[in-house]
């Protein structure tokens, strides 16, 4: 039986685009190591003819992956980053695009280091306040790229107002929905026109490969990115492309232990003495909890901290030891880090203060481990400081 749409979360998951194997029956989509597809005449073939520009198992990955988000078609890159920078290869010198300004710090670097060397503009705004979306768009604005919630101070943006203001305007909007996964939050209903992801992260799960998608609301949009696959070659190997299709299958039951301990992990943070803030949209405190609780549909395992010094942060870091220290998210083992030197060290002291990063905040990706022996881990930590 071949799932339909209608079909659940957790059932597109493992079916949608991973039917069984037709001349086999494997149950498990084939990894098709090759490079290039006997042909049968000039002209003739069975729709591949060099892997690409498409190969079997990364069309059935795309397939998956444009289900779960509810697009008309997803294209795969080598990583996040390479599917961002497919993203602004869409557009022409000149174009200008409205950022949210507190982005994983590859992205700004990405916009800021390179692409302005191409004739692109960027600025940088809290798009957590929606008045200043409209107030950022100029006459050659084209795009407004957004993060909610935000890495990694979870700030949230209303896709549904944004997308309102960009529709209006005519602008591409475009969702980095790594965070949360398509499992609790869905851009594309709310009015996003592309949402993109470092696969790398939860999709995958399992921490063993990079990758990154961009899954579009619009047939021109996948034409253009196919057509960049194509020219550019920034694609998914096979391997990984399964890799992916692997993991993928249990997201709905990953998420829901990953959302389960988040809220755990929050409440114990935000009880402990030693502990500054807390930033977790699920947390009633947190100023954007019923924007939270409107947009998404559970608040997932990422939170940040704040120690107080980084002084605290390098002395519980030390400490952790079912936490591991390292810079990533989404995958089964529980990852930290401290975003001021890993994954926002380029972004500058000035920027990173800016937007709220200082030494002391560090940054949880909680994991399906037992949750007692994470908040365990974090007591045992949070007694050097
Ligand atoms: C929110 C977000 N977007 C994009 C990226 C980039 O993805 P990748 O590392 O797969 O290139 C990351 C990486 O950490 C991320 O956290």
């Not at 947190?286 to 559970?298: E, F, I």
């Amino acid at each position: 039986m071949t799932p339909e749409k209608t079909h659940g979360f957790a059932t597109r998951a493992i079916h949608d685009g991973q039917e069984p194997d037709p001349l086999t029956g494997a149950v498990t989509v084939p990894i098709y190591p090759t490079s290039t597809y006997v042909q049968q005449a000039i002209g003739e073939n069975k729709g591949y003819e060099y892997s690409r520009v498409t190969n079997p198992t990364r069309t059935r990955l795309e397939q998956n992956l444009a289900s779960l988000e509810g697009g008309v078609a997803a294209r795969v890159f080598a990583s996040g980053m390479a599917a961002i920078h497919a993203v602004v290869c869409m557009l022409k010198a000149g174009d200008h695009v409205v950022c949210g300004n507190d982005l994983y710090g590859g992205t700004p670097r990405l916009f800021n280091q390179v692409m302005t060397d191409f004739g692109l503009e960027f600025s940088y705004i809290d798009t957590a306040e929606t008045e200043n979306v409209e107030r950022a768009i100029r006459k050659n604005t084209r795009m407004v790229y957004v993060e909610t919630p935000t890495n990694p101070m979870m700030r949230l943006s209303d896709l549904a107002a944004i997308g309102a203001i960009c529709r209006r305007k005519k602008l591409a909007l475009v969702v980095d929905n790594t965070f949360m996964s398509p499992y609790f939050q869905q851009p594309l209903a709310l009015g996003a026109d592309l949402v993109v992801h470092s696969t790398t992260k939860f999709l995958n799960g399992h921490s063993d490969g990079l990758g990154g998608v961009v899954v579009c609301a619009r047939q021109e949009h996948a034409d253009k990115l196919a057509f960049l696959q194509k020219s550019s070659g920034g694609i998914l190997s096979p391997f990984e492309c399964w890799l992916v299709l692997r993991g993928v299958k249990t997201l709905a039951a990953r998420m829901e232990i990953h959302d389960r301990s988040g809220r755990i992990v929050a409440d114990y943070l935000w009880k402990h003495d030693k502990v500054k803030a807390v930033f977790y949209p699920g947390l009633a405190e947190h100023p954007q909890h019923a924007l939270a609780k409107r947009q998404m549909s559970g608040f997932g395992s990422m939170i940040s901290f704040d120690t107080g010094s980084l002084k605290n942060a390098n002395k519980m870091l030390k400490k952790v030891r079912v936490c591991s220290l390292g810079e990533s998210l989404g995958g089964v083992e529980t990852l930290i880090s401290h975003p001021a030197t890993m994954t926002h060290g380029g972004i500058g002291e000035k920027a990173r203060r800016a937007i709220g990063i200082g030494d002391g905040l560090v940054r949880l990706s909680v994991g399906i481990e037992d949750v007692d022996d994470i908040v365990e881990d974090l007591d045992q930590a949070l007694k050097a400081i």
